[in-house]
């Protein structure tokens, strides 16, 4: 989606190394977020951030954490990958609240083998 | 947590109408959304609906709240092949900055010609 992007778009990794993900913003947002997509899961909360330097746990933010330095930018970090961190992850934004919405970048496939 | 609950798989002929159904237990729920994803690519808000609403329509999209059984449904008119993607449900609590976006598992529509 214009005005966010996510890198890199796939990875393959080994277990037990880490691996950042990147969500990079242009609409100068308050709010990001990172989920995970997995099968017969839906979307599920990693960690989300509401300011630089703000961020707070997820549902299922054990094995990950984010760092936010800039509004523009909103990393996750698996310290040491497990095979069941194999995901699509997604990041999203939102303005102010929320209430109208998140948009969406389109995702990071994370293997891990 | 609160919880959000769909059908996994609906199949419709072309031309005929689906309907794409959720149940939610967030009593305090203040947004519902409809959210698509189109293979390989991240989620699209289709439409929201504020709880205080019980119908929304945005040209062949249908929504309906019943707010009394937490129950939203997506409906989607003249179905097309174009429309065959994974639909989320979403809904977002109650007012205020620490309120996210709980997700259902998603309903895959398959549109058969």
């Known amino acids: 989606d214009a005005g966010i992007t996510q890198s890199p778009r796939h990875k393959v990794t080994e277990t037990g190394t880490p691996v950042t993900l990147r969500c990079h913003q242009t609409?100068?947002?308050?709010?990001m977020y990172w989920y995970r997509q997995d099968p017969g899961h839906g979307l599920r909360l990693i960690h989300y951030?509401?300011?630089?330097?703000?961020?707070d746990k997820g549902e299922v933010s054990d094995g990950y954490s984010v760092s936010r330095s800039k509004t523009e930018d909103f990393l996750l970090t698996l310290e040491s990958a497990t095979s069941s961190q194999t995901s699509v992850y997604f990041c999203?934004?939102?303005?102010?609240?929320?209430?109208?919405?998140?948009?969406f970048g389109s995702g990071t496939r994370l293997t891990v083998v | 947590g609160e919880d959000v609950e769909q059908s996994l798989f609906l199949s419709v002929r072309e031309g005929d109408s689906s309907v794409i159904n959720c149940t939610y237990t967030d009593s305090s729920s203040t947004y519902l959304y409809w959210y698509k994803q189109e293979p390989g690519a991240g989620l699209q808000l289709l439409t929201y609906?504020?709880?205080?609403?019980d119908m929304k329509q945005d040209q062949r999209l249908t929504v309906l709240l019943n707010k009394k059984d937490k129950h939203l449904s997506l409906r989607i008119a003249d179905t097309q092949t174009g429309d065959s993607a994974i639909y989320f449900c979403a809904e977002k609590g109650a007012a205020g900055t620490a309120s996210k976006l709980t997700f259902g598992t998603g309903t895959r529509l398959q549109v058969t010609l």
């Open positions: 609906i504020f709880s205080n609403m």
């Open positions: 609409e100068n947002h308050r709010y």
């Open positions: 951030s509401y300011g630089v330097k703000d961020t």
């Open positions: 999203a934004i939102s303005s102010r609240d929320g209430n109208y919405g998140y948009t």
